[in-house]
């Protein structure tokens, strides 16, 4: 099989997978078990949302692999205990040679959790709040290939995500970075057509009882 074409690898299983985990057993793993499934966790969604703003300008797998440090660092990214962090702790935080040390990307997070307490205060919760803004079928491709993927990086639902944010005062919310959070939180089902966790996922998304 191309996978310039398909979009699809052989794993060591046999099975074929989407391309970009590159068949590494740590990213495999995530790619087998995490992405994509939907999530309706506060928690969940705001450690992703800001995890990928700390990948601005990096790749997801050097993140993945330091996820555990930055839970350590951020409290497990308990948005009400990180909307308390003053600038001490971005000094702190700013030594940890475990996370991203980016004063932009650090401040960013805990103003988004502040923004993230008033937001899930305003629509109950922020699981609500994000699914509300998941696509119908008349906004997803008929068929999700690599092409289709690679042209997409953004869409017209992410960038209305991101906008919305922006206005409600976040910051590293882009319209790339939010349709990365989108894909991987399940709000849309992004594995390649022939992928064997496609159907798997969509099976979770027919069941998911979406917040609010």
Known sequence: MDE???????????ALRCFWHGNDPF???????????PVA?????????CLEGFQAGLSWITILRKRENFREAFENFHIDRLALYTERDV?????NAGIVRHRGKIESAINNARRARELADEAGSLAAWFWSFEPGAE???????????IANPKTA???RISKELK?????????TTVYAF???????NDHIEGCVCRKVVELEREQFARPG
């Open 167 to 175: 206005r409600r005062g976040w910051s590293f919310v882009g319209p």
């Open 4 to 14: 310039q074409k398909s979009g699809l690898i052989a794993g060591e299983d046999g």
């Open 157 to 159: 639902t992410s960038t």
């Open 139 to 149: 906004e997803r491709p008929a068929v999700v290939d690599y092409a289709t993927l």
């Open 27 to 37: 990213y495999q793993h995530y790619h087998d078990h995490e992405w994509g499934r």
């Open 91 to 95: 000094e702190r935080l700013l030594t």
């Open 41 to 49: 966790d506060d928690r969940r969604l705001f450690e992703k949302i």
């Open 182 to 188: 989108m894909q991987a939180m399940g709000l849309v």
